[in-house]
């Protein structure tokens, strides 16, 4: 079953065309990485996913139903969940808060409804508190939660961002880099999460540099060079592709 179609997805700017037409089907319970050297356009195409910038061209199904043309939260309602390349978090909250802030969106709590306090918002509270807590157990940061979240470990950050977006309960996770800036100890217990958050029936989409995560942990990559994808297929066949070979040489040379 496809859970992401994505069909000639196309995106400027100015310029330059960051996606020149991209299409691709992630299937729902796999792990899919998407790689490609830095520009490529692997960040551009994770926001026009998740809605954060429209696609000037293409369609994008999420399970069936047309999103290019909602707005992100709708994506997130839907189940589309994501985390950012810059770790995006209320540094000033706690970290059981920022978990919070995730879980928020699934609740029916509200601004109005926290000034005038109605009987059931209580309960409601106390509903995302707990899958707040349930989400950073889960990544192992619950002894954390009363902690500021900018006096913690940037490789715990990073699981911060990951445990607020499991809180919205999506069935499609986009991860931007997840290990960037871990230490090969942090990498490695991140491959086990996200072993764990597939597990739990969620499907996993990863950009990610680190080369031993990506072909550890994905059952099929898509390669993107220039906003074109020129390879995909299983790890062993896009890392003996002429063409991603010539794609990461060809930069590397430069
Ligand atoms: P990647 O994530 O693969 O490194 P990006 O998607 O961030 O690549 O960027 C693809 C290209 O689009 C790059 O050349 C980048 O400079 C450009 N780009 C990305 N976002 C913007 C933007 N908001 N405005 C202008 N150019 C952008
Ligand atoms: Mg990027």
Known sequence: MTILAVRDVARRFGGLAALGGVTLDVRAGEIRGLIGPNGSGKSTFFNVVSGILRP???TILFDGTPIQDLAADRRQHLGLGRTFQEIQLFYDMTVL???MVG???TGRADIGAALLRPPWQRAEERRL???ARECLDFVGLGALQDERARTIAYGHQRLL???RALAAGPRLLLLDEPAAGMNPAETRALMGQVERIVARGVTVFLVEHNM???MGLCERITVLHHGQVIAEGTPAAVQAAPAVLEAYLGRAGA
């Open 56 to 58: 000037d061209a293409g």
């Open 212 to 214: 031993k995560m990506v």
């Open 129 to 131: 508190r707990e899958a």
């Open 103 to 105: 879980a928020h969106r």
């Open 161 to 163: 961002e990951i445990a």
């Open 97 to 99: 808060e920022n978990v």
